[in-house]
């Protein structure tokens, strides 16, 4: 009885450890989660009250915000900058995923290849990207004959199609990780043979089979290109063109309000994105569960 007695205290010990346990494992995870967000909201936060701060009446006021689109060439590098974000984004995944899917079903030898090329753009920075370009658009070739003309349109202000290159290549591995994420995540071969096996063609397999499962993929990989592209300042500075990162440092140099009240409403913009992807990635995945649980039912 008493070895009973004691083998149910034992048992019993382990339990109110945990129960004990489990408060200071919550202060833990409150006293971290606190510290994290005024390490990156209280910056914020002094941002936005220096852009509504009156310091020359006092009190507080939102003219940075409701005239912001009334500011002469806003409208302008900011549509510029959704141009080149747009045609890096067709550009980087038309590229990029018919290659991978190339790579990963057909050549797999050369994945170690391909993921080297991706990742080099890491390894050369932006200035010495934007000199080499300058380079080979001021060489003789370029300059004169049949080739100026496809170099002069490149360089063209409504759509510099050459910054558009060029921040294909600053995206390259960041959307290369994304992409190769959604790849690895599910089964291409057994897609791939099921659906050759019914009759598919490669152009139908590619849309309404593969494509849809790397939905979330391409949909990280273009947020991505979308953020850089918009906070983007070393290439353009260089190559003289001013889009929306550019203008945001011109005008501070004359109001520094409005160039936080802009630097904040961008952030705000890439957050809501980064929320809408991740509000679309996770109803895909409740989807995706219930159709489960319905077969296994």
Not at 42 to 59: E, M, N, Q, T, Y
Not at 204 to 214: C, I, N, S, W
Not at 240 to 254: D, L, R
Request: charged share 15%; proline share 6%.
């Amino acid at each position: 009885m008493v070895a009973l007695a004691q083998t149910g205290r034992t048992g019993a010990a382990p339990p109110a450890a945990t129960r004990r346990r489990r408060p200071q494992v919550r202060v833990g995870r409150s006293v971290t989660l606190l510290l994290a967000a005024i390490y990156f909201i209280g910056p914020l936060g002094v941002a936005f009250w220096f852009s509504i701060h009156d310091r020359l009446h006092g009190g507080v006021r939102f003219h940075e915000y409701t005239g912001v689109f009334s500011v002469p060439g806003l409208m302008d590098s900011f549509t510029l900058s959704l141009k080149l974000a747009a045609a890096t984004i067709v550009i980087l995944l038309v590229l990029l995923v018919p290659t991978m899917l190339l790579v990963q079903l057909r050549l797999p030898r050369f994945r170690p290849i391909m993921e080297t090329l991706c990742l080099m753009p890491l390894v050369v920075p932006p200035v010495v990207l934007a000199a080499g370009i300058f380079a080979v658009l001021g060489s003789g070739p370029l300059t004169s004959g049949p080739l100026a003309t496809i170099a002069s349109d490149l360089q063209e202000t409504s759509l510099p199609w050459i910054l558009a290159l060029e921040y294909v290549i600053l995206t390259l591995p960041f959307s290369y990780r994304a992409i190769d994420a959604g790849m690895r995540s599910i089964d291409l071969a057994t897609l791939v043979k099921a659906a050759r096996n019914l009759g598919a063609s490669w152009p139908t397999l590619t849309v309404r089979v593969l494509l849809p499962p790397l939905r979330t993929a391409l949909l990280n990989a273009g947020f991505l290109a979308f953020a850089l592209v918009l906070g983007e300042y070393t290439l353009a500075t260089i190559l003289q063109y001013t889009v929306f990162s550019v203008w945001i440092v011109t005008a501070g140099q004359t109001d520094g309000q409005l160039q936080t009240a802009l630097s904040i409403m961008s952030l705000g913009v890439t957050w809501v994105l980064l929320i809408v992807i991740g509000l679309f990635a996770g109803s895909r995945k409740g989807r995706s569960r219930s159709i489960r649980r319905r077969k296994t039912a």
